[in-house]
Nanobody, 128 residues
Framework: QVHLVQSGGGSVQAGGSLRLSCAAS????????MGWFRQSSGKEREGVAL????????YYADFVEGRFTVSRDDSKNTVYLQMNSLKPDDTGIYYC?????????????????????WGQGAQVTVSS
């Protein structure tokens, strides 16, 4: 079992920046990667970014367009999502998720990944 606690988020104007954090506890060694997702009002949850546990390699959805950076601090068991040049379309609830071999499949960009554990979500609001 992996427990995820998120922090960060908030409200910014277009062009601004925010950073989200996701602290993991429990059996974190079972997760090969962690991801970030978002859900806007009236839309399905969509994958944003992913980072692998072993080599910290990253993977992004096309709409990120170089504006977001996912990273992790293994000493703190924490994953971050730095979001720059935010747009109103980035508004939504952002969730972190941890992989499990038996988790459900979700798409991030052109790939499919399995996630089983979810953070509580953080609201991001970008005004024009």
């Amino acid at each position: 079992q992996v427990h995820l606690v998120q922090s960060g988020g908030g409200s910014v104007q277009a062009g601004g920046s925010l950073r989200l954090s996701c602290a993991a506890s429990g059996n974190t060694r079972s997760s090969q990667y962690m991801g970030w997702f978002r859900q806007s009002s009236g839309k399905e949850r969509e994958g944003v970014a992913l980072i692998y546990t072993q080599d910290h390699s990253t993977y992004y959805a096309d709409f990120v367009e170089g504006r977001f950076t996912v990273s992790r601090d293994d000493s703190k068991n924490t994953v971050y999502l730095q979001m720059n040049s935010l747009k109103p379309d980035d508004t939504g609830i952002y969730y972190c998720a941890a992989n499990h071999l038996l988790g459900a499949w979700y798409r991030i960009g052109g790939g499919s990944f399995r996630f089983a554990y979810w953070g509580q979500g953080a609201q991001v609001t970008v005004s024009s």
